[in-house]
């Protein structure tokens, strides 16, 4: 009976301990990855991808993928930095734009992504199209309008570059010693968490993900949650994209791309379901830093980083089929 | 020759699951060429019992025989193999496949030639034929399942197992989403069977039917064999004593309730779809149960849908006390005092994933989310939330570990009663219940139609659309029946008979036409 209890306890929490594991390994191998600067580099690596993982969720909690949130991000991280080039740079995007405060790239890609957002709500919940092939088809329109973006003259798709020192700094600077990226990237959890557990449109979400033909008969208008989770996602992917952009100091056509699989990878093992219905933040969080803590960790201990995708992969095939056992154990 | 005088005998099967005794040493012997009822509440075993059969469980202690030979039955297939077929309550059927490829799902035909084995269409129709003859079925094998109805499907699954050699056919619950037509045709095939020799053991609620098809009924509670009876000697109450274990007197609460002033009026209404209800008018007094009856197909539920704001209305007006409404949305609809308890739960009713507290807030919380929420920036009062799902698990008498639990890991009839008492902590003043019933046992079908008849005698409107005829008749005040979308009559009073219902429920035009 004890090592039954032991064994569910295990199961149950396989997460925590696989992070715990790695970081012990990591640790031993390498001492010094357990300092405060590499522990802040790894949640400041995180931060754009906790943005796309927490926007993911909440679709995924409704029952649907937001596949066009990596290249959302991209698309974010180029018009937020050309808003924010220098006066004086010579490759300036928008060649007679004066000086702009620091909040006009930032809201403008904000912006970007809400519309966008409404528009794949619009096409997934209004014209029926499944969620993954909306997603691949608006992922390749993206990818095509960020090139397109990047070529106009006198840019000639060079990388964007000559940023203000102002947004250089809301990407690397920090508060009492907290990157600005992680205070974001921890209040949109914040309010994520709020959003699902303390609001009647979280109950909303969770039952029209559950059971979308229940909760149109309980009275819940079923398009309007749909076009809320994915303008928020498409808000918090292009805000990310803004994110890395000011990190960076650049920004490329194939910034973010892949992203939206880390997103829709962290939330699963985090706990969530394809079939909907079921997630939360914690966990999805906790997805976001395994990942990141095996992209890091890897290279600290000198391990070639192309190692980090087989055991990426190894943890999403393990952790799926031990959820599906958790299950099958149930019924 | 088989060496027994039975093809079925399972010796003092017992089976636990943790923290419960599914079974407790369950005996039970099956004759050839007969109809082997199996009685019980849910939860007294009969599916465990089954499943074990089966091979879908393996008993801990006990054994099986089959023509009097032990056999080891580790799964389905051994199952098949032994000629054990069952029939699920629920059927799974390949649908965009025909019949045919459902009968032979698995084992095609084939012809082999040049290594590669070729589907051999012709032998494929001509068995599919064969069986179907045999059972006296008119189906093409050629016929895509997706436009079968659910009762051949079901037949469908019976012709599978006839097709395997069945010599025992397990059926679970198989009339429940069966209207009487379809039943009877279902009936005949089961006598066909019985003459080829096969055994059936045939699981239900419903009582009436046990009685008129079966020749033995074993009856079962909570995990233990009560005995078995030839059919010839019980009567509905003798059953359902047995079943519940005490007396049971009446299977209706007394009719108290005295409907008052019109409340609810439909008039003309017809459907956007033109292959859907047409020109139907009726109206529901207060403290009135109006009984809704009529064949799978009548479209009965695409009217009340309709009548809900779920579907779209061409014309006709929708009065509630001589005030025209519109429901453009089912919100719409519970603003207006309405609320429905929709036919199937699974699909549209439960959200399977949440909780029972969540399930039964679900419509309250929507239609007047201030009530849930503190003051401020509004976020969710969790105190008053549980506070008013206790209530309704407290008067529902819900059988429920706690509020958080995931409403799918409740059985049939408890989950029902969790989405009833959604619909009644909005307090409606006209309840719309689509077969509140179906698949549920006695005990829960007394409670809720106890819920009906207080309800009517709080003086609100109770619609209740039911495929059980005595459920039909023994609640309903009036009883409107439905027939291709065309209202066939309403009756009421010393009118109401089976065979008028059945009449009204086969043909509209008839009675139009004598009028």
Not at chain 1, 8 to 15: A, E, G, W
Not at chain 1, 104 to 128: C, H, R, Y
């Amino acid at each position: 009976m004890k090592i039954k209890n032991i064994s569910k306890y295990v199961v149950d929490k396989i997460l925590y301990i696989c992070l715990v594991l790695m970081i012990i390994i990591i640790s031993v191998i390498s001492p010094s990855f357990l300092s405060i600067r590499v522990l802040s580099d790894v949640l400041i690596q995180s931060a754009p991808k906790i943005l796309l993982a927490m926007g993911m969720l909440v679709v995924i909690i409704a029952g649907g993928m937001d596949m066009t949130v990596g290249r959302l991000a991209g698309l974010g991280a180029i018009i937020s930095g050309t808003l924010a080039q220098q006066t004086t740079y010579y490759l300036k995007f928008w060649t007679n734009l004066p000086e702009l405060p620091i909040v006009v790239p930032i809201v403008a890609s904000i912006l970007i992504g809400l519309a966008m957002g409404a528009v794949t709500g619009i096409i997934i919940s209004k014209f029926k199209v499944p969620a993954f092939l909306a997603g691949l088809g608006l992922q390749m329109i993206l990818y095509g309008g960020n090139l397109l973006l990047l070529k106009k003259a006198p840019n000639n798709s060079q990388p964007l570059a000559g940023y203000k020192d102002t947004f250089l700094k809301f990407g690397t600077g920090s508060i009492f010693g907290v990157s600005y990226l992680i205070i974001a990237a921890m209040l949109v959890m914040v309010f994520v968490y709020i959003l699902l557990n303390m609001t009647t449109l979280g109950k909303n979400i969770y039952a029209t993900g559950g059971n979308r033909e229940a909760a149109k008969v309980a009275g819940i208008n079923v398009f309007k949650v749909d076009m809320f989770v994915y303008m928020l996602s498409g808000a918090l992917a292009a805000f990310a994209g803004c994110m890395i952009a000011a990190r960076t100091g650049s920004a490329t056509a194939t910034y973010a791309e892949g992203y939206e699989m880390d997103a829709i990878a962290s939330c699963i093992i985090g706990g969530a379901s394809f079939a909907g219905g079921i997630g939360n933040v914690p966990g999805a969080f906790l997805g976001v830093i395994i990942f990141s803590v095996i992209n890091y960790g890897l290279t600290f201990v000198g391990l070639s980083s192309y190692w980090q995708y087989i055991v990426k992969g190894l943890i999403i095939v393990v952790a799926v089929a031990l959820d599906m056992r958790k299950y099958a154990s149930r019924s | 020759m088989s060496k027994s005088e039975y093809v079925l005998e399972a010796v003092e099967i017992s089976k636990s699951f943790p923290g419960v005794k599914a079974l407790d040493k369950v005996s039970m012997r099956v004759k050839p060429g007969t109809v082997h009822a199996l009685m019980g509440e849910n939860g007294a075993g009969k599916s465990t019992l089954m499943k074990c059969i089966y091979g879908i469980y393996s008993p801990d202690h006990g054994s099986i025989l089959i023509d009097g030979e032990k056999a080891t039955i580790a799964n389905p297939r051994n199952a098949m193999d032994l000629g054990v077929s069952m029939i699920h309550q629920e059927l799974h059927p390949v649908r965009p496949q025909t019949a045919g490829e459902n009968i032979f799902l698995g084992r095609i035909p084939y012809k082999k030639v040049a290594g590669i084995h070729w589907v051999d269409r012709q032998r494929l129709i001509g068995e599919t034929k064969e069986v179907f003859k045999k059972m006296g079925l008119d189906i093409d094998p050629k016929q895509k399942v997706a436009e079968l109805s659910t009762a051949y499907c079901q037949l469908l699954e019976i012709a599978r197992a006839v097709s395997l050699g069945a010599k025992i056919i397990i059926m679970d619950e198989p009339t429940s989403s069966l209207t009487d037509t379809e039943t009877a045709i279902l009936f005949k095939i089961i006598k066909q069977l019985k003459s080829e020799n096969v055994a059936i053991i045939y699981i239900s609620h419903k009582i009436d039917e046990i009685l008129e098809i079966s020749d033995a009924v074993t009856i079962m509670r909570d995990g233990k064999n009560v005995g078995t009876w030839p059919a010839s000697e019980l009567t509905t109450d003798s059953i359902v004593s047995r079943m519940v274990g005490r007396e049971m007197n009446n299977r209706f609460p007394p009719k108290i309730h005295t409907p008052g002033a019109e409340y609810l009026r439909i008039d003309g209404i017809t459907s956007t779809d033109p292959h859907s209800f047409q020109d139907i008018s009726f109206e529901v007094r207060k403290g009135e149960i109006f009984g809704i009856g009529g064949l799978v197909g009548s479209q009965r539920s695409e009217l009340i849908e309709a009548i809900f704001g779920l579907r779209g209305i061409a014309k006709g007006t929708i009065r509630i006390d001589g005030k025209e409404i519109y429901n453009k949305k089912p919100i719409d609809a519970i603003k207006n005092g309405m609320a429905l308890l929709t036919e199937d739960r699974r699909k549209t009713g439960m959200i399977g994933s949440s909780s029972v507290a969540d399930n039964t807030l679900i419509v309250q919380q929507n239609a007047h989310p201030k009530l849930y929420t503190r003051k401020g920036l509004h976020f969710i009062d969790y105190k008053k939330r549980n506070a008013d799902a206790q209530k309704y698990v407290d008067t529902l008498s819900i059988k429920t570990p706690s509020l958080k639990t995931a409403i799918q890991s409740l059985s049939g009839g408890t989950q029902q009663k969790v989405l009833l008492g959604r619909w009644l902590l909005t307090q409606p003043n006209i309840l719309i219940l689509d077969e509140p019933t179906r698949g549920i046992d006695v005990g829960a079908k007394y409670e809720i139609y106890e819920l009906m008849e207080e309800m009517a005698r709080d003086g609100k409107c109770v619609i209740m659309i039911s495929s059980e005829m005595p459920e039909l008749m023994g609640m309903s005040d009036r009883i409107m029946v439905m027939c291709e979308g065309h209202m066939s009559g309403i009756i009421s009073g010393s009118e109401v008979t089976d065979e008028k219902i059945m009449l009204l429920a086969s043909t509209y035009k008839a009675i139009q036409e004598e009028e």
